[in-house]
């Protein structure tokens, strides 16, 4: 799905998409079954898990896509990934989601991210991420606000936060910019600015503008922003 806006929805899980695999299909995570391009889910709901995305049975990627102000009861505010899925997120905004563990993310399988910012979430356990089991593999350049419940061994570009030093992406909020679909912006302090790989992020953004440009007063000319 490219350009798509799933918003005000509901389910007991999975409030926007509940991706689940028909059972004859021997290896669910042999190739991307479900990819999410340029797209929005916002103010979704679930009574149980995922107001966003449920990744039950299946392989998800998701590429320049934002989740915002979904909520579940239990796990995974924003994304749910199932033990032994496959969840695959590049160029993502992933805030402003509550559940009660893991209130941008709830990972069971394996789990994959760059350029991704997955940060002011709200959750009792886990704002940000929670993983009960699985794999989480960081590829690079990603923003988190705190990884509380959330481990993975970071690497080149990576803004982790923590508990006690949390880090807040300062973000506009959830509004159409020049866009098919409602985004953030970052404000002119937000630490996402110039902050993705300049060789992995996808050529335009979530918005359709070409990457990089040099729309802020850092220095360093034009650099790929998260």
Do not use: C, Y
């Not at 059972?23 to 079954?33: I, M």
């Not at 993310?105 to 991210?113: I, P, Q, V, W």
């Not at 929670?130 to 350049?141: A, Q």
């Not at 509380?148 to 159409?176: C, E, H, N």
């Amino acid at each position: 799905s490219t350009e798509s806006h799933l918003t005000a929805n509901t389910a007991r899980s999975g409030g926007a998409i509940f991706n689940n695999l028909d059972p004859s299909v021997t290896n669910p995570v042999a190739a991307p079954n479900l990819t999410l391009i340029r797209s929005t889910l916002s103010a979704n709901v679930a009574s149980i898990n995922s107001g966003g995305l449920a990744n039950l049975r299946g392989s998800a990627e998701l590429i320049n896509s934002t989740l915002s102000g979904n909520t579940a009861t239990f796990d995974g505010g924003g994304v749910w990934n199932a033990s032994a899925m496959r969840l695959s997120l590049l160029s993502n905004t992933i805030t402003d989601n509550t559940s009660s563990r893991g209130g941008g993310l709830f990972n069971a399988g394996n789990f994959e991210f760059a350029n991704t910012i997955l940060a002011a979430n709200h959750g009792a356990t886990g704002s940000d991420g929670f993983t009960s089991s699985g794999s989480v593999t960081s590829l690079g350049h990603n923003l988190i606000g705190n990884n509380d419940q959330f481990p993975f061994t970071s690497t080149t570009g990576d803004q982790v936060g923590t508990p006690d030093d949390v880090k807040d992406p300062r973000l506009a909020s959830l509004a159409l910019a020049d866009s098919s679909v409602p985004v953030h912006l970052l404000n002119s302090e937000s630490p996402a600015l110039d902050a993705a790989s300049e060789t992995d992020s996808p050529i335009t953004d979530q918005r359709g503008i070409h990457r990089p440009q040099d729309g802020d007063t850092l220095p360093g000319g034009a650099k790929p922003d998260i």
